[in-house]
DNA sequence: CCGAAAAAGATTGACGTACATCATTTTCGG
DNA sequence: CCGAAAATGATGTACGTCAATCTTTTTCGG
């Protein structure tokens, strides 16, 4: 019952310690039987490579980079937050994190910081970044260098990465649509939709599962044409302002961030009716917006459970396992007024 | 930048590393400017114990124990399922899993599987059980010898454990509340709900967080006195359509399981209007429920999650860290026609 | 200031794997 | 069937910590 070691498997197969070790650690030069005969040893004996001892002997411990873009937006905020407090949780297991930013929205700064990343001295990096060919090219190069890449929270096509970690865009656009209509007593009327921009990949992905929603569930709703609001505050709360001076509002859809603005725009409204409003993303504005009733409802990538899977799956990745694909995927939380704290 | 090692702190403490060692490990038996020297020393270092070679060296690994109720309860064999799959992926880390159960809802029978968890044998214990005295007390006979305790999903009172790992059902029950008035047209009408037993802690917590909303916030809707399905479909189809014959609802609550008696009643109902109906846990028969329209929204506690995180704090807690209350917390699923798969 | 007790130092062998080196055996083409 | 190449065996060290043992130094009450 004891945990089998490679002795027990050399003992099994009927080989030397050597020959395992070179099997296991697929050094070449072994007989095609000989690998049966190990392999077989390792499935009779139910033997699994001790990770602390090989990390010990190796001396070598996990090296993660986490690139993200730079800048102020609450999201990003709270995702390095959460990287900080997992690193400080996972440093025992020899997990070294590396935090770095490049410029928001811009590829060629992206390719830059992922330029910077050594080969050498990476094990794993998770990268929040533009699903654009110089940028895919790049991460491409890295792989084939050795590391593993992990898409997070916004996905890059398939050759860049290993694996994607976040949630499905075009669902919670979908969710966003259906709660839309069903918080209506009349869903019939207008709906204002502000994205970030169009050119993020997530939020191409939302707006196109609300449509759809909007569309086949909802017919009386009519979305219109959709503005960008480029995650800035001022520019949402004026955009949110003309809109409902132009014409009664039954909805409004936040697909970005901002939303302090779209909050200020709701509260200096004197209108007894306010739109359905829904957006993503739990932010401070967003906690206030639903404990004051001028929000509906927050559909919340959870930063930290992001961070976490992540960290989890980039230690299996580095340890030598496959990613399968369903691994990353994110449940949405959906957030209301009663469970908001 | 190396990472520091007892070594290190030994000669920043100007002591030997046999001092160290006492110090780090409590073993006693150093004096207390020695103590102090050598704490300061860790922090000037920024020592951090490594996980690997402390365990390689005890030669031990975790030995962890998860005591679920037995019975076919779909969400408790999703738990196992993921506590299997959680178990497979730890192995290389020297996690031991074992997996054992009790009678539901039959409190002897918990204090004898308790009974039977051999605190030698045994670092961390997950918990599903009854919150009673004579189970809390047999928990806090473990916890005096030595093994940790988690309450999982269902919460026990304060000494009987070190932290809960779950949802807050009060907030479920909250939320359940708020959706159920906001997907009304028009909120008047009775509301009936079907519990499994009101004894279990969580279904309680539910119903009286469900009760809270609907009489602040939708005072319109009427909830008619609760009925108790046992968590057994055939029971719960008797109630729904007893319930139904008797007078129009406008929404149904059902708090426990045993949901696939709910949609069958549901769907030999010949009305042309459906109550809003709002249940917990993302089962085969709320699956299909949401898929042909005729549950609105599910509120899911993801057992994989609280799986995953209940294995991370049962290593954190083996290996020593102290459990921080908010930790435990899993946020609810929310699942609608549109997110479910 | 003596001597016992407390504290500190010194040393060593695990633990399971990786990795390198060198020795030995097997295989196989010509 | 010889000899080179391939395959395998044998062995030792290192990784960082734990735990045990033994020795030396310090402390402190009487």
Chains 1, 2 share one sequence.
Do not use: W
Not at 114 to 124: G, S
Not at 175 to 182: E, T
């Amino acid at each position: 019952m004891e945990r089998p070691t490679i002795h027990d498997v050399a003992r099994e197969a009927q080989v030397s310690l050597a020959t395992v070790d070179r099997v296991l650690n697929a050094r070449g030069g072994v007989a095609a039987k000989s690998i049966d005969k190990v392999q077989r040893a390792v499935e009779k004996t139910g033997y699994v490579r001790d990770q602390f001892a090989a990390n010990l002997s190796r001396g070598r411990g996990y090296r993660f980079v986490f690139l993200l873009p730079a800048g102020q937006s609450s999201f990003v905020r709270s995702l390095i937050a959460a990287i900080g407090d997992e690193a400080q949780r996972v440093r025992k297991d020899r997990i070294n994190v590396d935090v770095r930013s490049s410029k928001t929205f811009d590829s060629a700064a992206q390719v830059a910081a992922l330029r910077r990343i050594d080969p050498e001295q990476t094990d794993c990096a998770a990268v929040m970044v533009s699903d654009v060919p110089e940028v895919r090219s790049e991460l491409a190069r890295l792989r084939g260098a050795g590391v593993r890449i992990l898409s997070l929270v916004s996905d890059v096509a398939a050759p860049g990465r290993d694996i994607y970690v976040g949630p499905d865009n075009e669902v919670a656009g979908r969710m966003a649509g259906s709660f839309m209509g069903r918080f209506m007593r009349n869903p019939i009327g207008s709906v204002l939709v502000i994205a970030g921009s169009l050119a993020a990949r997530d939020h191409a992905q939302r707006l196109f599962g609300f449509r759809q929603v909007i569309a086949s569930e909802f017919p009386g709703l009519n979305v219109l044409p959709v503005t960008e609001g480029f995650d800035d505050a001022r520019r949402v709360a004026a955009i949110a302002q003309q809109a409902m001076a132009d014409a009664p509002l039954m909805g409004v859809y936040a697909i970005g961030a901002g939303n302090a603005g779209l909050l200020s725009a709701m509260k200096n409204t004197n209108s007894a009716f306010r739109p359905v409003t829904i957006l993503h993303e739990l932010t401070d504005a967003a906690r206030k917006g639903l404990r004051s009733d001028l929000f509906d409802l927050v559909i919340d990538q959870d930063p930290a459970r992001a961070v976490t899977r992540a960290m989890s799956i980039m230690r299996d990745l580095a340890d030598g396992a496959t990613a399968d694909a369903g691994r990353g995927d994110i449940p949405l939380n959906i957030f209301i007024k009663e469970n908001v704290q």
